[in-house]
């Protein structure tokens, strides 16, 4: 089994920066890809930013610019680095790790941008 533990998230005003971090533990040999998701209240989750074990990354259109996903293999840690924050970033933001197959949540870190 693989834990992910998120951290970074608060309240922040339009235009201002948060990094939130997640730290994977447990069962983290083979995990490939990680990731980012939010939920905003009444809308589905929806993917952020991920980022495979090479290094490959994948934006949604919406944060493209803005937000950068990162990891440091050896410490089993990804990072998003959330820039330019708009208050339709406003949402539960998730970690998501990928292993042989399966899918591993965070228990998400809320993120408010106030206007």
């Known amino acids: 089994q693989v834990q992910l533990v998120e951290s970074g998230g608060g309240l922040v005003q339009a235009g201002g920066s948060l990094r939130l971090s997640c730290a994977a533990s447990g069962s983290i040999f083979g995990i490939n890809a990680l990731g980012w998701y939010r939920q905003a209240p009444g809308k589905q989750r929806e993917l952020v930013a991920t980022?495979?074990?090479?290094?490959?990354?994948n934006y949604a259109d919406s944060v493209k610019g803005r937000f950068t996903i990162s990891r440091d293999n050896a410490k089993n840690t990804v990072y998003l680095q959330m820039n330019s924050l708009k208050p339709g970033d406003t949402a539960v933001y998730y970690c998501?790790?990928?292993?042989?197959?399966?899918?591993?949540w965070g228990q998400g870190t809320q993120v408010t941008v106030s206007s």
């Open positions: 998501n790790a990928q292993r042989y197959g399966n899918v591993h």
């Open positions: 980022i495979t074990r090479g290094g490959t990354t």
